[in-house]
């Protein structure tokens, strides 16, 4: 084995001061100079100036810089975009290439602007104020701003006791306690980690409610930050303030006035998300252990006999020889067989996906040559080859900065998943791009070598007898097959490249709170290290699995042209959404983790533009039990990306383990089928608009203060209240009704919402409570199906559910479920009043019908048809095309 890394980089800070071993230092922060505005110069869309250190430099992580340069631009009237860095330019700011920025040119103006920016020159301090009350929305009057080569400070007062959300990836309350939060942002492999600490992706961006309005703050910044959220023991005052370590103050405010316009205008700087493919809404089943392609071919043998529908199979890393990217275990899962399993799959109309890592094996085989041969792997500052330790043990890293690393990869999936000769995989999921390595700084010998020993993990024999299972050729048993001959030591043949930098890389001054002991390199790649184009590690970390999604997504486009590509992530940064959907990452099998589920999905889908978002249902880590696993079945129904994956040393947990976990399935299934074009309608409106498809209550509601921390409660699309049971052992649960109409899904039976909790009680661990929200109409599937192909041959049933003024709307959007671009597509609006029915539809395919309409809260006097709930259903031929009415 090639050795790992040596100490000598280490240079002179050495593991005994590697970052958080540092005991903090107590500084004033605020006893620092900050800065005066001068020469102030105003522009059409707003004004530049400079900034000059204010007084004696106070130098607490570093050196300050003695020049600034502010520029404030009223990009339109509900968008302040404000800069702050140095003369120059020459610090590291996020790249376009990775984040671009918006295109459309500055129209705003600070006389019309629904937010104003303000400042005092000496010593220079700015808030921003909403227009319309007067009211500040950020200001940083009293605190210092600090900009020092390696800490950024910038301070700002809020309001007593906040609404603060957003700051993710984390597992806290979505509800974020004011008084005493540190987020930190710095993209981490975090298995099993403690509540409050910093996780797979990153995403600057936090959102503030108040009752008089809503607004957000974007910092497009990448680097290492702490964020703190306190209210001082001394005045009592709350504040936000970011602690950041590079790169430069880059911030954008999004007026609103309302949470949903705050989203959209925050998707017109990040993107907006994807559209993904209708099938990528069935239901997914994986777990890391399938022990080989019999296992799989069961599964999927077992989900049929079972009747739960299965969209797609997944395999983990376990395909791999020894865990090597693009390749298959000649034994475990020999190329022919898995593709008469993928076969098998296509002509049942489901789907295959299997695993990705960035980490290649550092070992002499097809796609690690090419990838030395392509000059795109990270190296050291001597030209070898950046080396961590991950699943195959020594591994190299690809360079998604490399000019040439889009045909590298592209030709990577192209040969591997090569429809005719390889594995033709349907989607991706991409892992461990934080990018994680298993080996602690400085991954020195021997520990790397010890690490890097263990990997890979020994896995059970290969099985020889022959079993039968439905559906598979008889044929389906182990053979022994060719062995693959591993040379190992493969030769560099590298240019050096190097950072010209007098800062410290490893080990800066100010340590962010990474939960990680041995700092910022600490199990991942070196923060020294430099990528092509001079980016450094320490600037780029927390963008690497942006760009490794970003580059699958052109991999994968490339195989099958004009097809949405379905890639599902675990790490992310702002904009991801644009190409690729998330999962929450390794959670365990508890209840409390179940719970964390619904704040972590509202996080991506309704506040970071990540909408194609679930967590592992039924729990990836430890031992899942029956109840929790039939609850997690029917919330996972209500995520929009819905998965059942699973650890390889807990106990099987595929939905027909469990007579109680198959029936939950089974009704969670039935009604996420049948609702399956309405949140595909909601994505497509996120996807054209920004409005996402999943809300907290406050979203919808968002005067009533009742909802501001409510997190385990949520609506799906924008008229289905969801309210899953949170604890173990319990049949009942305290839910809130806003003030309004409400209905029981499953009933039709009217209920009248009054602003207050209410027990549910006897809800079966097979059901979960939904309510639809009075004023939608629900375009459903007549029926469900067993796969989605299936399903789109359904006729459609409509559900009017009027609010109390006896009105309601509702829209349906339909297309082919795969193509980039659509031939021909269907937009449907509903509205319903004074009792009567509008259908207007936009394009059409014929053929897609309306086979019934359900109205619900009607009076029994109308019609002796209504039952004792308020139901009346209409038998109501028509197709879905052109202009009609239907009267009641
Ligand atoms: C290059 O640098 C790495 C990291 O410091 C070190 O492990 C390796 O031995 C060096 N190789 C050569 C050939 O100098
Ligand atoms: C603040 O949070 C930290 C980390 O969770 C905790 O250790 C500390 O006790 C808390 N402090 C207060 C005053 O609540
Ligand atoms: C306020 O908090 C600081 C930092 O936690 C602590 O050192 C100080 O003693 C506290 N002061 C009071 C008055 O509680
Ligand atoms: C599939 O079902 C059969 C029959 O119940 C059972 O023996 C087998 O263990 C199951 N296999 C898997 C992988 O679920
Ligand atoms: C899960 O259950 C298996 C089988 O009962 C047991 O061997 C294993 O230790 C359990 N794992 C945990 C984390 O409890
Ligand atoms: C739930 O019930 C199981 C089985 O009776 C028991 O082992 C477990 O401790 C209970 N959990 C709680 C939180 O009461
Ligand atoms: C550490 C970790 O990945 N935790 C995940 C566990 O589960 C919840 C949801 O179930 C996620 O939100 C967490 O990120």
Not at 202 to 219: C, F, I, K, Q
Not at 619 to 629: M, S, Y
Not at 830 to 851: A, I, P, Q, R
Request: charged residues 20%; negative net charge; aromatic residues 12%.
């Amino acid at each position: 084995m090639p050795s790992i890394r040596s100490l000598a980089l280490l240079g002179s800070f050495g593991l005994a001061s590697a970052a958080s071993v540092l005991s903090p230092r107590s500084v004033d922060l605020d006893a620092c100079p900050g800065y005066n505005a001068k020469n102030v110069k105003e522009n059409k869309n707003g004004f530049v100036a400079d900034l000059t250190l204010a007084g004696k430099a106070c130098d607490v992580y570093g050196k300050d810089l003695k020049d600034l340069k502010l520029e404030v631009t009223y990009d339109s009237n509900t968008r302040i975009h404000v800069k702050i860095t140095d003369p120059e330019g020459k610090r590291y700011e996020v790249p376009e290439s990775v984040v671009p920025r918006p295109t459309t040119k500055a129209t705003g103006s600070a006389k019309k602007s629904d937010i104003v920016f303000e400042y005092k020159q000496s010593p220079f301090s700015f808030s921003v104020t909403r227009r319309s009350t007067g009211e500040k929305l950020f200001d940083t009057t009293g605190n210092a701003l600090i900009f020092e080569s390696q800490y950024l400070r910038l301070k700002t007062n809020l309001p007593e006791n906040p609404n603060i959300y957003g700051l993710g990836e984390h597992t806290e309350s979505l509800r974020l306690n004011p008084t005493n939060t540190t987020r930190t942002l710095w993209s981490r492999d975090s298995y099993g980690v403690p509540q409050d600490s910093n996780l797979y992706g990153n995403h600057p961006v936090y959102y503030e409610h108040r009752d008089s309005g809503t607004h957000a703050v974007l910092m497009l910044n990448s680097n290492g930050m702490d964020i703190k959220l306190r209210n001082s023991n001394t005045t009592g005052a709350y504040s936000l303030e970011y602690n950041i370590i590079g790169g430069i103050l880059d911030l954008y405010f999004f007026a609103g006035p309302d949470p949903i316009e705050v989203a959209k205008q925050y998707s017109e700087v990040v993107g907006l998300p994807a559209m993904m493919p209708y099938w990528g809404f069935g239901f997914h089943q994986c777990r890391y252990g399938y022990r080989d392609w019999i296992d799989v071919a069961e599964v999927i043998a077992n989900y049929s006999m079972a009747g739960i529908p299965l969209e797609t199979m997944w395999t983990d890393i376990d395909y791999m020889y020894e865990r090597w990217v693009f390749t298959l275990d000649p034994e475990r899962f020999p190329v022919d067989k898995v593709r008469e399993i993928v076969d098998y799959l296509h002509a049942h109309d489901q789907h295959y996906i299997v695993m990705v890592d960035p980490a290649i094996a550092y070992q002499d085989y097809p796609a690690f040559n090419r990838a030395l041969e392509s000059d795109t792997l990270l190296k050291e500052a001597n030209g070898t080859v950046h080396k961590g330790v991950v699943w195959p043990g020594v591994t190299a890293y690809p360079d998604w900065f490399h000019p040439n690393i889009e045909s590298y990869w592209n030709n990577e999936f192209a040969e591997f998943f090569n429809a005719d000769t390889g594995v033709d995989i349907d989607g991706v999921w991409i892992d461990m791009n934080e990018p994680a390595s298993f080996c602690s700084y400085p991954c020195s010998d021997p520990e790397g070598e010890a690490i890097a020993q263990q990997m890979p993990p020994k896995r059970l024999p290969v099985r020889d007898p022959p079993r039968s299972i439905p559906g598979f050729p008889s044929t389906y048993s182990a053979k022994k097959t060719r062995s693959i001959d591993v040379v190992s030591g493969a030769a560099n043949k590298v240019r050096a490249r190097r950072a010209s930098v007098e800062v410290d890389l490893i080990s800066p001054p100010y340590s962010i709170a990474n939960d990680a002991p041995y700092g910022l390199s600490d199990r991942t790649v070196h923060t020294d290290i430099v990528h092509y184009g001079g980016y450094i590690e320490y600037d780029t970390h927390n963008l690497y699995g942006t760009m490794m999604s970003d580059a699958t997504y052109s991999a994968m486009s490339a195989r099958r042209p004009g097809l949405r590509p379905l890639i599902i992530t675990r790490s992310t940064f702002a904009g991801a959404g644009k190409k690729v959907g998330k999962w929450l990452g390794d959670n365990l099998s508890t209840w409390e983790q179940y719970r964390w589920s619904i704040p972590g999905m509202l996080g991506f889908a309704s506040f970071y533009q990540i909408p194609m978002v679930g967590s592992d249902v039924c729990g990836f880590g430890a031992n899942t039990t029956e109840t929790l696993c039939a609850r997690w079945t029917t919330l996972g129904a209500f995520n929009p990306f819905f998965r059942n994956h699973n650890g390889d040393t807990s106990i099987s947990q595929e939905f027909y383990r469990w007579p109680m976990v198959a029936k939950a399935a089974k009704n969670a299934i039935d009604i996420r089928y049948r609702l399956l074009d309405y949140i595909y309608t909601a994505l497509y409106k996120q996807h054209k608009t920004g409005v996402p498809l999943i809300n907290p209550l406050f979203f919808k509601y968002p005067k009533d203060k009742n909802v501001y921390d409510i997190e385990y409660q949520f609506i799906y699309g924008d008229s289905i209240l969801v309210s899953p049971v949170t604890a173990e052992n319990v049949t009942t649960v305290d839910i809130y009704l806003p003030q309004g109409q409400f209905y029981e899904f499953t009933t039709g039976k009217s209920v009248k919402g009054e602003g207050k909790f209410v027990t549910l009680t006897d809800v079966d661990y097979d059901t979960i409570p939904l309510h639809i929200i009075g004023g939608s109409i629900l375009p459903l599937r007549s029926e469900s199906a067993m796969t989605t192909t299936e399903l789109r041959t359904k006729p459609f049933n409509l559900i009017i559910a009027p609010d109390s003024k006896g009105y309601a709307k509702g829209s349906l959007y339909v297309d082919d479920g795969e193509s980039l671009e659509q031939e021909k597509t269907l937009s449907v609006e509903f509205v319903y009043k004074n009792k009567k029915l509008s259908v207007k539809c936009n394009g059409g395919f014929s053929g897609v019908k309306v086979e019934k309409v359900t109205l619900l809260g009607a009076s029994k006097k109308r019609s002796r048809d209504v039952d004792e709930n308020g139901v009346l259903v209409v038998e109501a031929e028509k197709e879905l095309s052109g202009e009609w009415t239907l009267d009641f």
